[in-house]
């Protein structure tokens, strides 16, 4: 699992949604944390999840303005 920085986030411009592995160290939090919030209570999280069978997915361009980007 590599730790994405916000900017290297933000500059994978060729995918549309990014994983709780990729987005855990900009939020701090740990990406089973951020799964099973994403199942049991997506309101918290404060950005669009996907729940697709097991997996989670999470929208770039919705995620990235929540963390300020101006997309």
Excluded: S, W
Aim: with cysteine; net charge positive; charged share 25%.
């Amino acid at each position: 699992m590599k730790n994405y920085t916000l900017p290297e986030l933000a500059q994978k411009t060729d995918r549309e949604f990014f994983t709780a592995d990729e987005i855990c160290n900009v939020l701090g939090i740990h990406p089973q944390t951020i799964r099973d919030t994403a199942r049991q209570r997506p309101e918290l999280l404060g950005f669009p999840v996907i729940l697709t069978g097991c997996r989670v997915r999470i929208p770039r361009i919705p995620f990235l303005r929540f963390m300020g980007v101006n997309i």
